[in-house]
Each structure stands twice: as C-alpha cells, then as structure tokens.
C-alpha cells in the first residue's frame, strides 16, 4: 500500500524543511532495515548532492543482525570510518606493546606496564565514548527496532522531534513505548492493522470467543 515509501518521505520532509532529529524503529530488523535501504537509496539517487545536504542516518543494533547493504550505516562500521579513530587505533597497538612486556616481565617493567595499561585503556575508553556521541549528537536520523530504543547509553541526552514506529500493527504495545516516550513533539505510528491477526498462540476458550479479533 506504499506506508514505508509513505514513511521515508515523512522522515525526509521532517529533516530537510523543519530541520528535525528524527528515530525511526518497527519491532522487527528486517522491518527497520527496509526503511533504511529506501531512505538511503532515494538520497543516493542524486549524486550530485552535496555532502552536507546528504541525510546522516545511524543504524542501531548488532551487526550480526543486520543485511550486509545495510552495514556501512551500522554505528560500527560509522565509528570505524570517523575522525579520531586512527588515534584510538594508535593507542591499541601501544596497549598491545605493554601487554606483550607482561609476557616476560620483570619486577618494575610488570608495575611500569600495569600503569601504563590502565591510563591507556581509560584513554581509548573516553575517545571511543567521543566518537560515538558525535555521531549520535550529527545524525539527523536515527534507526532501531523498538526494543532497540532503548538503549540509554546511546540515547539518553538526544531528544527526537520526531518518532515513527513502522509496522505498528504488528508490534507488542509494551515494545511501542519505549521508542514512544522519546517523541517530543511529534508520534506517527504506520502500520495495517487488516494485513495479519493478532499472534496468540493459546487453546483457552477465550481466544475462540474473540481474544484473537
């Protein structure tokens, strides 16, 4: 019936005329990453758009579990390529150095590389921590699955003018909350409620008195 292409032209319009931060999440991954795949394809079809006019999304989630089109939007992949991690990789390789004096270590090198190892190790911490709060911080949208939103550490100073829940219809209510309590303006929940019933999976009469309408 068109809802996601419905969708992402909502998510585009919000960002791009009101200037809103906008999170997109439906209860299943395959779900969001359809969202994404439109929303990115239709803004890589212009290829002479400029960088700074481009939609910056982050795609929430383990990578295991997302489609391999969808990987270079993962928050992984995004915080490998961004500015500063070629200084936090710098750092790793001089961690592993002291880890590699630990394996014939001395009195004092042992204390010497102990030290050394857990200023590092706060330092990688701290930049890694930048990193990822720049780019949640740049993002004009953000993509998860209901469950997904509510992943504090990543979400909890970002406020979104904006929230969609697609496939609404087939999400749990409770799962719609989390993603629904972060709106601070707007709610757009997009689903059919015709295409599929309830999943109940119960033998108890009141199902066949009507639970499952």
Same mark, same amino acid.
């Given at each position: 019936?068109?809802?996601?292409?419905?969708?992402?032209?909502?998510?585009?319009?919000?960002?791009?005329?009101?200037?809103?931060?906008?999170?997109?999440?439906?209860?299943?991954?395959?779900?969001?990453?359809?969202?994404?795949?439109?929303?990115?394809?239709?803004?890589?079809?212009?290829?002479?758009?400029?960088?700074?006019?481009?939609?910056?999304?982050?795609?929430?989630?383990?990578?295991?579990?997302?489609?391999?089109?969808?990987?270079?939007?993962?928050?992984?992949?995004?915080? !490998?390529?961004?500015?500063?991690?070629?200084?936090?990789?710098?750092?790793?390789?001089?961690? !592993?150095?002291?880890?590699?004096?630990?394996?014939?270590?001395?009195?004092?090198?042992?204390?010497?590389?102990?030290?050394?190892?857990?200023?590092?190790?706060?330092?990688?911490?701290?930049?890694?921590?930048?990193?990822?709060?720049?780019?949640?911080?740049?993002?004009?949208?953000?993509?998860?699955?209901?469950?997904?939103?509510?992943?504090?550490?990543?979400? !909890?100073?970002?406020?979104?003018?904006?929230?969609?829940?697609?496939?609404?219809?087939?999400?749990?209510?409770?799962?719609?909350?989390?993603?629904?309590?972060?709106?601070?303006?707007?709610?757009?929940?997009?689903?059919?409620?015709?295409?599929?019933?309830?999943?109940?999976?119960?033998?108890?009469?009141?199902?066949?008195?009507?639970?499952?309408?």
């Amino acid at each position: 019936t068109g809802k996601t292409t419905t969708v992402v032209e909502l998510v585009k319009q919000a960002v791009k005329k009101n200037g809103w931060k906008v999170l997109v999440t439906a209860p299943s991954n395959v779900a969001v990453d359809n969202v994404l795949a439109k929303l990115v394809a239709q803004d890589d079809g212009n290829r002479k758009r400029t960088t700074n006019h481009r939609l910056r999304v982050v795609r929430l989630g383990h990578p295991a579990r997302l489609q391999a089109e969808i990987l270079p939007y993962s928050l992984e992949a995004l915080v !490998q390529n961004a500015d500063g991690t070629e200084i936090v990789a710098d750092v790793r390789a001089e961690l !592993q150095s002291y880890l590699q004096v630990l394996k014939n270590p001395r009195g004092r090198d042992k204390r010497v590389a102990y030290r050394e190892m857990k200023v590092l190790r706060k330092e990688i911490r701290v930049r890694e921590e930048k990193v990822v709060r720049e780019l949640m911080n740049n993002a004009h949208v953000v993509l998860a699955t209901c469950v997904g939103a509510a992943n504090t550490k990543l979400l !909890q100073d970002l406020e979104f003018d904006l929230v969609i829940i697609d496939e609404a219809a087939q999400a749990l209510e409770a799962a719609c909350w989390i993603p629904a309590l972060r709106a601070r303006t707007k709610l757009v929940l997009a689903g059919d409620h015709c295409q599929l019933p309830p999943t109940i999976r119960s033998n108890q009469p009141v199902v066949k008195a009507g639970l499952s309408t």
